[in-house]
């Protein structure tokens, strides 16, 4: 493909190839996705950067806290008790329970940077799971 005349020396002949720029080589699919952490077998994907999976080391903690409720079928009653019998009805915004919640902090660290990311999780199988998963990605860093 000429763009001018033959004798300018800016031309490109047609017999030149203009080589192509490289393109960065996909990692692969995700096998592994953990919240916000994809993992695929060269790369960690985070929302802050890709970290390399050859090396990276992964810790997980959770945390977990009781928190004392009033039920909603109490706050139910309460109103419609009210009508009924005013002082009685209040009684049931005194019953309680607990409900108990929980994070799980996972922390990726491959080199010199690192990622933090917080779960919440319902119960402790959803915990169990994660942890299940981190020793999956745990054997494939080792590889």
Known sequence: MTYSSPGDPWSIPASASVPEP???????????QIAEIGVTSTVV??????????????????????????PRWAVVAAIVGFCVLTVFSLLFLLIKESVVQGTV????T????????RI???????????????NYVRTLAAL
């Open 22 to 32: 490289a393109m960065p080589q996909e990692p692969g699919p995700v096998i592994v």
């Open 45 to 70: 994907h985070t929302p802050a950067g890709d970290l390399p999976l050859a090396g990276s080391q992964w810790l997980v903690n959770d945390y977990w806290f009781t928190q004392q409720r009033t």
């Open 105 to 108: 902090q996972l922390t990726v």
């Open 110 to 117: 491959s080199g010199t940077r690192q990622y933090v990311a």
């Open 120 to 134: 919440p999780v319902p119960d402790q199988a959803a915990v169990t799971a994660i942890n299940q998963q981190v």
